[in-house]
């Protein structure tokens, strides 16, 4: 089992910059990729940007170059740092951790961007 707590969502104009957070309750070690993913209402949840526990990152095509998604080893946390903000990034941003074949999910966190 692995607990995930988000931090860092808000409201931001266009053009602005936020930094989310996701820490999680154990160690790296049995956590192979960790990831960033974001829903908006009636749309499905799609995948945002994701790290492995070897670093490998991978961004979806609309956030690339905007995006950067990190990791604290020693605090077992992920960020994921947005530029450059886009009224159509409005979401809720989830974090997700796959640990043994099994996916955990944050609670997740808004981000609102204005025009």
């Known amino acids: 089992q692995v607990q995930l707590v988000e931090s860092g969502g808000g409201l931001v104009q266009a053009g602005g910059s936020l930094r989310l957070s996701c820490a999680a309750s154990?160690?790296?070690?049995?956590?192979?990729?960790m990831g960033w993913y974001r829903q908006t209402p009636g749309k499905q949840r799609e995948l945002v940007a994701t790290?492995?526990?070897?670093?490998?990152?991978n961004y979806a095509d609309s956030v690339k170059g905007r995006f950067t998604i990190s990791r604290d080893n020693a605090k077992y946390t992920v960020y994921l740092q947005m530029n450059s903000l886009k009224p159509e990034d409005t979401a809720v941003y989830y974090c997700?951790?796959?640990?043994?074949?099994?996916?955990?999910w944050g609670q997740g966190t808004q981000v609102t961007v204005s025009s």
């Open positions: 997700k951790a796959t640990m043994i074949g099994r996916d955990y």
């Open positions: 790290i492995t526990n070897y670093g490998t990152t």
């Open positions: 154990t160690s790296w070690f049995s956590i192979s990729v």
